[in-house]
């Protein structure tokens, strides 16, 4: 008789070994490695002999399409990063750094469902009952009929949501905290992960329950556990933002029912989150417009447009090796940028640390800053103020040229509305509004971006010589 073929995962990030070791390459954790079954078990036992299927019905692509059902919460920030609501048989993961604001928006989510007449049913495995009524109390949910719950484990959560009417949406708070009998592992491990998850959306499959599952973060910001957990799920959420600032960011990640590139933006209160409907104006309320090193980038957030400020200090460094000190965007393409200036445009800033900042804690992942964040370093350097009225936008390739983006109108109507007069943006751009009260600069090359900002340090020096 064949040995059963057993395998030895890591517990604290999933990565499969073909032999036990006592550090993981995945993680660089030590002592976390758990020989596995691949049949379910932990320890290597004899394979169970699987039974025999049973054949299912085949159709065809052709036929009747419905449009996915939705439970609409009512807060526009959340439904916005969901697609427009929670689906009806999906499974939604929510992720993010520990006090971020997970539990709060989900208790205000449940209570304005609740609200609506819908069956919901919250179930906590890391606080009692009496500390998740003092956190409805204080955001205004006391007075809902939300069903709540403190259990960990998976068969009396499935049982206990199998009686009555069927749940509208279940929260589930944590994941990490689930248990199920049929494994012997602790709560947390993957192998405990993985089978509560499972029987969550088997169970959200069957009924047509919306689950919504929290999940706890590593230090990298990631989702703790094996990331097989991201792919069994439907929709993936991500809360960002900083301890400093009191807004928040809900960021989606991956969603099999609406766009993956939408968030939902929203400020920290002692009432609870408070949705912000125009982020634009959060992102630049403390903006200092006579500060050299700072542009107003018109970005994209899936549909919503958002002008955020990009700041840039340039200094010169008494070390041999240059400082690169980035905050809010990529490390690698500020190394590109300014390799392209110093190839391209004759900008020397090898005897200089460069430190990069978006305003607010902001993170920009649009190549469509480059722009502006050339402007900034090369404003930084000179030691002159950006026009304070000036929006940029536009990506920069290796050869010095500046390529088009997306949504072009988009981006302008929004600097518009804000009361922004002009824009730097690639000469080839789409889409340009006609007859818009704004004006702008058509840029071929990043060349011709640092003339410009020379050329007007050039006016501002002959305007204080005739003075």
Request: aromatic residues 4%; charged residues 20%.
């Amino acid at each position: 008789m064949a040995k059963a073929r057993t395998q030895f995962i890591c517990q604290n990030c999933g990565t499969v070994h073909p032999r036990w070791v006592g550090k993981c390459e995945g993680c660089g954790q030590w002592n976390t490695i758990v020989e596995e079954d691949p049949m379910g078990g932990i320890g290597g036992g004899p394979g169970k002999t699987p039974k025999k299927g049973r054949p299912v019905a085949l159709t065809t692509l052709s036929g009747e399409i419905e449009d996915a059902p939705r439970v609409m919460t009512g807060i526009s920030e959340l439904d916005r990063a969901t697609g427009g609501g929670f689906v009806r048989g999906s499974a939604v993961l929510i992720g993010g750094d520990p006090g971020i604001g997970k539990s709060t928006v989900l208790m205000q989510a449940a209570a304005a469902l609740s609200r609506r007449g819908h069956r919901i049913i919250y179930v906590s495995g890391e606080e009692a009952v009496a500390q998740v009524r003092l956190r409805a109390q204080r955001l205004g949910a006391a007075d809902t009929d939300v069903l709540l719950a403190a259990e960990t484990n998976v068969e009396d959560i499935l049982a206990t949501l199998s009686e009555g009417k069927r749940p509208d949406l279940v929260i589930i708070d944590s994941i990490q905290t689930l248990w199920s009998d049929i494994v012997d592992s602790a709560p947390g491990t993957v192998t405990q992960v993985r089978t509560g998850v499972q029987a969550m959306i088997r169970f959200a499959k069957q009924t047509g329950a919306a689950i919504v599952l929290v999940g706890h973060v590593t230090k990298e910001g990631q989702i703790a556990g094996p990331r097989v957990v991201e792919h069994m799920v439907d929709a993936v959420l991500y809360f960002e933002g900083d301890r400093g600032h009191h807004y928040r960011i809900l960021r989606t990640v991956k969603n099999r029912f609406g766009p993956t590139d939408e968030i939902g933006v929203f400020e920290m209160s002692d009432k609870g989150l408070r949705e912000v409907t125009n982020p634009s104006e959060l992102f630049l309320g403390e903006r200092n417009s006579k500060s050299p090193g700072a542009a107003v980038f018109a970005g994209m957030e899936g549909t919503r447009p958002v002008l955020v400020e990009v700041q840039a200090l340039v200094a010169p460094t008494s070390l041999g090796t240059p400082r690169r000190a980035v905050v809010g965007w990529d490390g690698a393409r500020l190394s590109m940028i300014l390799a392209v200036l110093e190839a391209h445009c004759g900008v020397r800033l090898g005897q200089h640390d460069v430190y990069l900042n978006i305003a607010g804690g902001y993170r920009i992942t649009e190549p469509a800053a480059d722009l502006a964040v050339a402007s900034a370093l090369v404003s930084s350097l000179a030691g002159l103020a950006l026009p304070s009225d000036c929006v940029y936008f536009g990506e920069v390739s290796l050869s010095g040229a500046i390529r088009p983006v997306a949504h072009t109108a988009q981006r302008l109507k929004e600097a518009e509305k804000l009361g922004f007069s002009q824009a730097v943006l690639p000469s080839a751009s789409a889409d340009l509004p006609k007859g818009a009260g704004m004006s702008w600069a058509e840029m071929e090359s990043l060349p011709d971006l640092v003339a410009r900002i020379a050329g007007s340090k050039g006016a501002l020096r002959q305007k204080d010589d005739d003075d």
